[in-house]
């Protein structure tokens, strides 16, 4: 069975950082792309960034690049998402996720297979 865990959210100032992680279980990284999405109240699920398990490929929203960095950890079976500067509109529950789809399909929601249940950020001003 497969299982996603997300966990390192929480409540930080405006400029601050946070270090969210992805545990998974019931699969082979290598296989998969990994995405991270998040969603605002009111709003649609965004996809933030991705990472292909099997080459290390990665995609970054204009929203969050350099600033975020996403990086994964095959023999732990563990994807990491560094977040710095971060900013009140960064402010959403985040996702990971995971699926065999095509790399350049990594930003579609509907891509994916399995998902995490979510871990909440909240940037204040």
């Known amino acids: 069975e497969v299982h996603l865990v997300e966990s390192g959210g929480g409540l930080v100032q405006a400029g601050g950082s946070l270090r969210l992680s992805c545990a998974a279980s019931g699969f082979t990284f290598d296989d998969y792309v990994i995405g991270w999405f998040r969603q605002a109240p009111g709003k649609e699920r965004e996809g933030v960034t991705c990472i292909s398990g099997s080459d290390g490929e990665t995609y970054y929203a204009d929203s969050v690049k350099d600033r975020f960095t996403i990086s994964g950890d095959n023999a732990k079976n563990a994807v990491y998402l560094q977040m710095n500067s971060l900013k009140p509109e960064d402010t959403a529950v985040y996702y990971c996720?995971?699926?065999?789809?095509?790399?350049?399909?990594?930003?579609?929601?509907?891509?994916?297979?399995?998902w995490g249940q979510g871990t909440q950020v909240t940037v204040s001003s």
């Open positions: 996720a995971a699926g065999a789809l095509l790399f350049r399909l990594c930003v579609l929601p509907e891509e994916y297979d399995y």
